[in-house]
């Protein structure tokens, strides 16, 4: 059974900084694309970044870029996003995603984690 399994949401205030963490089991992803989506509260599941793809990227949502950097290992197992300068608005449930694929002018996941709080306060 494939399992992304997200750590490192929490509390934190405007402009600081946080790391999240996503490992994968059951398989790896050393050629396809990991990353990240986040939900907003009273928004839907949007895109925030990605990386591994064999066409290129890594590839950022406008709103987090400069802000965010994504990173994948070799091993394709670990997968992070660093979030600099967070402001209130980044609050969200942040999702891992591994084997996303383009859907329009986003992209969609195959594999998901559970999800990890980030809450932004001013």
């Known amino acids: 059974q494939v399992r992304l399994v997200e750590s490192g949401g929490g509390l934190v205030q405007a402009g600081g900084s946080l790391r999240l963490s996503c490992v994968a089991s059951g398989r790896t992803f050393s050629s396809v694309s990991m990353g990240w989506f986040r939900q907003r509260p009273g928004k839907e599941r949007e895109f925030v970044a990605g990386?591994?793809?064999?066409?290129?990227?890594?590839y950022y949502a406008e709103s987090v870029r400069g802000r965010c950097t994504v990173s994948k290992d070799n091993a394709g197992i670990t997968v992070t996003l660093q979030m600099n300068s967070l402001r209130p608005e980044d609050t969200a449930v942040y999702y891992c995603a591994a084997d996303m694929r383009a859907r329009g002018k986003t992209f969609n996941g195959n594999y998901w984690g559970q999800g990890t709080q980030v809450t932004v306060s001013a």
């Open positions: 990386v591994g793809w064999s066409g290129g990227g890594p």
